[in-house]
């Protein structure tokens, strides 16, 4: 993709996080498209983790979407007992309408920005609007590293701008919560709030990145390299010649397969 | 439940798939487009529709292909796909290139046993792509085992060996299913089977009636009946729906589109707009290919011999000034020549040289060769639609191969010269004339980077990159060493040698294309707990020097070729969409009986698997024929609309061959 194709590319989270974190890395990954498959510079324990949090990413979608008999799936029994925690924590409850699984894009004023959802939860009944994300890391979560996370500003943004269509008719910013969810810590639920000043911040906050990576020349992104983070980065061998240190597995690894799925073609005929 | 349907009917460039953009936008406005599910024929148009969107607000987008959405609902459903315990989280999807080589495997088990296929001369690739066919082609006519048996042997009727042939085929046919069931592996037939048994439940059902609002089908002349079974479900449970189509374009008719059972289902039902407009072709073009189709069709019966069925019926004469210009000669290779000459002329008085295609309807080499070298004498060059596309000839995946090669020795393959060569020039950053004595010492080492110090280098390679050298040469052996994965290794060589080199946009798709393909092929041989050895790596790479792997992602709709004059195969320019039209078409060899490409296989009929097949009927060569004409004809009219200017006739009496040409398609023309 060349620089000009960024104004037609929805940024995610983990795009504006990659940028955030080495703006270089993110000119390899979303302008040269080298992404590395997920397997790479992983150990087997940590390709593990990352497909146990897949497969619980899939157990949640259907146990939400209502389908039933996945007792007959042999999930491993890890993703087995964070499906039942999950199942604990939160039970289906009639009258709620649950959307896992969920994509919302906006596209204005030049600013496109995506969001996948891993649950929305409606109660428009009682006028409560969740956010839900499932994290399956080691580390027990905490508020204040989430609070500021890219994942919650966009997220809440985008569900005010996007969402009116699925959320209760009298909604407002302060009725929205985000809840961000380990079933390795199932007690701990890290809840965060959201207004209308928040939502008018957030608003400025993700509008100023867009344009700053949007006005950015090819060659400017090198100039933007931070370099102390270079160590354990998969782009090592590109910009500096040699191998990084074990990397280790962040959520957005459940992400990037995505992007390979995207190039494959199916070819039914000869 | 369906309150309007709506079909806009026009051809090519007639504005239909705008008109569904624009009511997809509209309606996503108003509904949310959640509410809208599409269906288009392939995923470069999934994609464009995707990416051009004019929509500020969006929800998730339901426009599939009617394989991508039966994947993604499979996917999605698995646990109620199946009534047996033990299911993976989620089925493995097998590509067709694996298909192939598992379907190889159970027919050269079979034939080690020399009781299946004795008279059957073809290789046992060949039949396992023709009963893998056999299996897709059922699927998209929603026939089952049982039916698809009955018709192979309607086709054999009479002929015993035949039949016995059909009834081994089915065996193993069926043996391959059962194994794909056993190991929840699924391919493409498999796929369309799980996905009606979803669609025949009621709670799927509701499901989708409580999920749409509206259909839009885009291309519905393309759409094989178990798509179009899937469409009438689909309106039987949303409100509007709203449909394109093209009543030319029945190219793909035997690939499983069928244009006439689409109209048979719902037009009665449906509110028809013509659209007379078009913008694509011009008037003359599609004039002129009128007349053909007059001419043709007017002759009426089954033709045996062209000339003698076309007397009745008008010439062309005078209404031919859509031929610009007939060449022949009475050999071909004079032939060639003339129509170089003729393109290099249009290009003098300012075509360019994109807007000139060359069709043939078999490209050999002779063709190729006069055609690149003279338009190169006037600084020209050839893009062959065919042959632009192998992962091969990209200097970055042949890399990736070709140290695969070298450090997998059991495999017993050897990279060629060139691709050594090339490699090293693309590694160590040489230039050709070293990369050639470098390529002459590994291979005098028997395949082995040799030891070379760094005087002899500098003397006689004369290249300073000696660090480079050795880290190739110590890597290389830390792998043969390591004995490392072969999934792994394409992705090292790729991080840790290719991707530093700053390969461009199209390079890093090649590769990540065998890498990706090899994890795909990888995890399916898993899944079969097939413990082949050396087989697997060897299919895999001559799989893609055979250009089978499928590489079509290379060019990206929208990258059209401008600068080049196209040469290519009728089938390969019509469905190119690297091209949408030229000004002059140079249609070649028109005495040529490979202009009426036949439709069967020795063990294949996508004919008689179609709802079309007469079942009194019996399978003779006045069918063989009529269809073939009837093939010839639309490639014929379909190229003729992607020219606007005109087209010229080249044709010689004698083949490269020497051998005289009496194909009739030379009679259309006259
Ligand atoms: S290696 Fe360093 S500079 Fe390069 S992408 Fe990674 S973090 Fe950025």
């Known amino acids: ?55 619980f990413h899939t157990l949640a979608n259907r146990y939400f979407l209502g389908i039933g008999s996945q007792e007959k799936v042999e999930a491993g029994s890890e993703a087995r007992d964070y499906l039942e925690r999950l199942k604990d924590y939160l039970p289906v409850e009639a009258g709620i309408r649950y959307l896992p699984e969920y994509e919302l894009r906006y596209n204005q004023d030049g600013v496109r920005l995506m969001a996948k959802f891993d649950l929305l939860y409606i109660d428009s009944e009682n006028g409560e609007v969740i956010i839900y994300d499932w994290k399956t890391g080691d580390n027990q979560p905490e508020t204040s590293y989430y609070q500021k996370d890219i994942q919650t500003i966009l997220y809440q943004f985008i569900l005010v701008e996007v969402g009116e269509r699925y959320l209760p008719a009298d909604f407002k910013p302060g009725d929205l919560k985000m809840i961000y969810w380990n079933p390795n810590y199932p007690e701990i639920e890290v809840e965060i709030e959201y207004s209308k000043k928040q939502h008018q911040e957030n608003k400025n906050y993700l509008y100023n990145i867009i344009e700053e990576i949007l006005e950015l020349e090819y060659a400017e992104y090198a100039e933007l390299t931070p370099g102390d983070k270079c160590y354990r980065c998969n782009y090592r061998p590109i910009c500096e010649g040699e191998q990084p240190e074990e990397s280790p597995v962040v959520e957005d690894d459940l992400d990037l397969d995505l992007d390979w799925e995207m190039l494959e073609e199916i070819k039914f005929y000869n | 439940m369906g309150q309007i349907l709506k079909i806009y009917k026009g051809p090519a460039g007639s504005g239909k798939t705008t008109i569904l953009k624009d009511k997809y936008q509209e309606l996503a406005r ?359 596309k192998r992962l091969i000839d990209i200097p970055y995946s042949q890399a990736l191969l070709t140290l695969a090669q070298l450090v997998y020795p059991a495999w017993k393959l050897r990279p060629d010269f060139t691709s050594l060569q090339q490699t090293f020039v693309l590694l160590l950053d040489l230039d050709p004339v070293r990369g050639a004595i470098l390529a002459e010492r590994v291979i005098a080492n028997e395949y082995r980077l040799p030891e070379i110090d760094q005087q002899e280098l500098r003397e006689r390679l004369g290249f300073k990159r000696f660090e480079e050298y050795n880290k190739l040469q110590a890597w290389i052996a830390e792998k043969i060493e390591a004995e490392i994965e072969v999934r792994d290794f394409f992705q090292q060589v790729f991080v840790e040698f290719l991707a530093p080199l700053s390969p461009d946009e199209e390079e890093i798709i090649a590769c990540r294309q065998i890498i990706k393909s090899f994890h795909k092929f990888a995890e399916i041989i ?145």
């Open chain 2, 30 to 388: 108003e509904v949310g487009t959640d509410r809208i599910m599409v269906l288009l024929q392939n995923a470069p148009s999934v994609r464009d529709w995707k990416n051009n969107l004019q929509l500020k607000k969006s929800g998730p987008l339901n426009i599939f292909t009617f394989f991508g959405l039966a994947q993604d609902q499979v996917r999605t459903y698995w646990p109620e796909v199946y009534d047996i315990e033990g299911l993976p989280v989620d089925p493995y999807f097998m590509n067709v290139e694996t298909a192939h080589y598992i379907m190889t495997r159970i027919v050269e088990q079979r034939r080690d046993k020399k009781d299946y296929f004795v008279n059957l001369n073809s290789t046992s690739n060949s039949i396992a792509v023709q009963l893998i066919d056999n299996l897709n082609q059922a699927a998209l006519n929603l026939l089952n085992m049982a039916e698809l048996e009955a018709r192979l042997l309607d086709w054999a009727a009479d002929d015993t060996d035949k039949g016995k042939i059909f009834k081994e085929a089915i065996l193993l046919m069926n043996q391959y299913r059962e194994s794909c069931h056993d190991h929840f592996v699924i391919d493409y037939s498999l796929l369309i089977k799980l996905f009606f048994r979803l669609l025949k439940t009621d709670r799927y059902l509701k499901r989708l009636e409580e999920s749409y609002d509206y259909l839009i089908v885009d291309e519905l002349e393309l759409t094989p009946p178990a798509a179009q079974k899937l469409i009438e479900y689909m309106l039987s449970v949303t409100q509007d729906s709203f449909m394109a189509y093209n009543p030319e374009g029945k190219i793909n008719r035997f690939f499983g589109g069928n244009p006439k059972l689409a109209e048979k289902k719902f037009f009665h039902q449906a509110e028809i707009e013509e659209l007379t407009e078009f913008y694509g072709a011009s008037q003359e073009a599609v004039d002129f290919a009128e007349r053909i189709k007059g001419r043709v069709k007017a002759s009426s019966g089954i033709h045996r011999s062209g000339a003698r069925n076309l007397e009745g019926s008008q010439k062309l004469a005078d209404s031919s000034e859509y031929i610009e210009g007939r060449i022949s000669s009475e050999f071909r290779g004079d032939m060639l020549g003339k129509v170089a000459d003729e393109v290099i002329r249009l290009v003098e008085t300012g075509v360019e040289p994109g807007d000139i295609g060359v069709i043939a309807p078999h490209l050999d080499k002779v063709l190729e060769f006069t055609f690149t070298e003279k338009l190169a004498r006037e600084g020209l060059d050839i893009f062959n639609l065919l042959r632009s």
């Open chain 1, 1 to 55: 993709m060349a620089v000009k194709e960024l104004e037609k590319f929805y940024f995610s989270q983990t795009a504006i996080k990659t940028y955030l974190t080495c703006p270089l890395d993110f000119r390899s990954r979303y302008i040269d498209k080298l992404i590395w498959p997920s397997g790479y510079n992983k150990t087997e324990k940590q390709q593990a983790q990352i497909e146990r949090g897949q497969v």
């Open chain 2, 526 to 670: 898993e899944a079969y707990n097939i413990t082949d050895g050396n087989r697997i790596g060897k299919y895999f790479i001559s799989m893609i020097n055979k250009g089978t792997l499928a590489a079509e992602i290379l060019n990206e709709p929208g990258q059209k070729i401008r600068d080049k004059v196209i040469v290519s195969t009728p089938y390969k320019f019509i469905t190119s969409t690297l091209v949408d039209s030229v000004e002059y078409l140079f249609l070649l060899d028109t005495g040529s009986q490979f202009w009426f490409s036949g439709i069967t296989k020795e063990l294949l009929n996508p004919y008689v698997l179609s709802p079309q097949w007469n079942q009194q009927a019996n399978w003779d060569d006045r069918i063989d024929r009529s269809l073939k004409q009837d093939q010839l004809l639309d490639n014929i009219l379909s190229l003729i609309r992607k020219s606007s200017k005109g087209i010229y006739l080249a044709t010689s009496l004698f083949d490269s061959r020497g051998i005289e040409q009496e194909g009739e398609l030379v009679d259309w023309f006259i």
